[in-house]
């Protein structure tokens, strides 16, 4: 089956401009992760949605940093007014029901100019 | 706070060869370790995984060895080949909630 989608692959923005990355989850899949991976951090987690309870936010870098999860499906990560340390490769990952292996996708990579 | 650390940055092993990259953890709530491979421009794929009441898994080629009481586990890759050189990054987490990664292992196997 389908395996984790996001979109856009690349996404070049100049520094102020806010920005929308997509995360298409394996169907059926209640649990949505979002993570960021850059040279100097490496892999960091940024939120984790899981059914209707409400998502832990505890990751996120800055207030400029929001997601949101329409329908228990399709999830959108926006950063407000990008800074050239938002640059990196934003990882979208979807378990079963949060007790299972995350599966990540291809990510997407975002350039700040 | 980096609360798995991951060894070595890089390596680099003959055809054939074992590869073997450790981590370490400090968090004793850690109950799920995954390992993932990277290769450039994809995602993590998970590899292979074990919980900390089973000392050793195997999957194939791809084993994990498992030490509750030293707070390790390492990745060893048997018969290693060039169509593994891929980034491995071990992780860790809670009831499989956010994972916490190490840095990150480069492995080039060289034919």
């Known amino acids: 089956g389908a395996g984790v989608s996001q979109s856009p692959s690349n996404k070049v923005t100049e520094k102020g401009k806010d920005v929308e990355l997509r995360c298409d989850p394996i169907?059926?899949?209640?649990?949505l992760y979002w993570y960021r991976q850059s040279l100097g951090q490496g892999l960091e987690f940024l939120i984790y949605?899981?059914?209707?309870?409400?998502?832990?936010k505890s990751g996120l870098p800055s207030d400029r940093f929001s997601a949101e999860r329409t329908g228990g499906s399709v999830s959108t990560l926006t950063i407000q007014r990008t800074q050239q340390e938002d640059s990196a490769v934003y990882l979208c990952?979807?378990?079963?029901?949060?007790?299972?292996?995350?599966?990540f996708g291809p990510g997407t990579r975002l350039t700040v100019t | 706070q980096q609360q798995v650390k991951q060894s070595p940055q890089s390596l680099i092993v003959q055809k054939g060869g074992i590869s073997i990259i450790n981590c370490a953890y400090e968090?004793?709530?850690?109950?799920?370790f995954p390992w993932y491979q990277q290769f450039p421009g994809k995602g993590p794929a998970l590899l292979i995984a074990?919980?900390?009441?089973?000392s050793e898994k195997k999957e194939g080629r791809f084993t994990i060895s498992f030490n509750k009481s030293a707070k390790q586990f390492s990745l060893h890759i048997m018969d290693s080949q060039p169509g593994d050189s891929a980034t491995y990054f071990c992780?860790?987490?809670?009831?499989?909630?956010?994972?916490?990664f190490g840095k990150g292992t480069l492995l080039t196997v060289n034919p």
């Open positions: 074990i919980r900390p009441d089973v």
């Open positions: 968090n004793t709530a850690f109950d799920y």
């Open positions: 990952a979807s378990s079963l029901n949060g007790l299972n292996e995350q599966y």
């Open positions: 992780a860790a987490t809670r009831s499989n909630y956010k994972l916490t």
């Open positions: 949605f899981q059914g209707n309870s409400a998502p832990d």
């Open positions: 169907s059926g899949h209640t649990a």
